[in-house]
């Protein structure tokens, strides 16, 4: 099969052929047709992991048809649409065929395409997760997102409009249209300074949440702007908690890290992953939530985007056309 490959650690990734994977007890395989590309897709393309083979195949998200199931699998067969966030430790989604754990994987409605549920997994995940796991967000409530114009930054703002909250929202001038398309209520000039800015919007109280998907930097700046017992959610990197007294403002602090339910979670969490997408899914098929898909790229496009980390880090998300909707 065709497969976008990276040969060894460090090295630049190439499309070549690999055999087709076979599923084992409890996984299925997957006709992919269209793959979803990340920041965190670049990031492994320059690194490596204890548990990959040599060649690996790169790619997280997958969406697609189920072409055969293993030993124990009772919730999917042959022929179903289907989408999830995969194992990073395992063979990727930039390929024609796939194989995850069947756990993970939710089924897409008839009313949402392939592209579009292929756009949900990584970025939709991490802002749903940060705002109805981590958070919990509700009605009334003031948050600031940061990076508003990313994918994961895009996601967060339709999704906490549609729990409620007031918006403010940080990102370049020439993102800042589509940011308040995005419902974000105030923009925020990221290069400016962002504390003042909340401050003055918020009559200097603060905001009840923060999604940083920005810098430990950013992140760290930010807790001072969280009213007591307000919580942050970290996509890039952790805060320095140091900033902040003991025992004062008591903010709460939380991390994403979607694909540790694989390494880390228990069956629990590995069935929230597909949850959450269904959760998505359903918002898509209502209506309610855009996916976001600003581009569609051919397999030979893949290696140069890895390569490209603006390109990467552009508005809304990028999808890999594996086969025909």
Not at 156 to 175: D, E, Y
Not at 255 to 276: F, K, N, Q, T, W
Not at 287 to 314: C, N, S, T, W, Y
Request: proline share 5%; charged share 20%; hydrophobic share 45%.
């Amino acid at each position: 099969m065709k497969a976008v490959l990276l040969d060894e650690a460090g090295a630049s990734p190439r499309v070549g052929q690999v055999p087709v994977p076979e599923p084992g007890a409890g996984e299925i395989r997957v006709r992919l047709v269209a793959s979803g590309i990340n920041p965190v897709d670049g990031s492994l393309a320059n690194g490596s992991n204890p548990h990959w083979q040599w060649p690996h195949v790169l790619g997280v998200d997958g969406a697609g048809i189920v072409d055969a199931v293993g030993d124990g699998v009772n919730d999917f067969e042959p022929g179903q649409r289907v989408v999830f966030h995969g194992d990073l430790r395992r063979e990727g989604t930039f390929a024609e065929y796939v194989v995850t754990a069947a756990d993970v994987v939710a089924h897409i409605p008839d009313s949402v395409t392939f592209t579009q549920a292929a756009a949900l997994p990584c970025a939709g995940m991490a802002a749903y997760q940060a705002l109805h796991r981590r958070l919990g967000i509700r009605a009334g409530q003031t948050i600031l997102i940061t990076g508003g114009a990313g994918a994961v930054g895009g996601f967060a703002i339709q999704l906490a409009k549609l729990a409620g909250a007031r918006v403010i929202a940080t990102c370049s001038p020439n993102s800042a249209e589509t940011v308040r398309a995005a419902g974000a209520d105030v923009v925020v000039d990221y290069h400016g300074d962002v504390p003042a800015a909340v401050r003055d919007a918020t009559d200097g109280r603060g905001v009840d949440a923060v999604i940083d998907t920005v810098s430990e930097q950013s992140a760290t700046q930010n807790l001072s702007l969280l009213v007591f017992g307000g919580g942050l959610v970290a996509v890039a990197a952790r805060p320095d908690l140091s900033a902040i007294a003991p025992f004062t403002t008591a903010p709460s602090v939380h991390e994403i890290a979607l694909g540790a339910a694989h390494s880390h979670g228990d069956a629990a969490a590995r069935r929230d992953l597909a949850v959450m997408l269904e959760e998505l899914l359903a918002l898509v098929a209502d209506g309610k939530l855009d996916p976001q898909v600003r581009r569609v790229i051919a397999f030979d496009d893949v290696p140069e985007m890895l390569a490209d980390a603006d390109a990467r880090h552009g508005r809304g998300k990028t999808i890999l056309a594996v086969a025909s909707e």
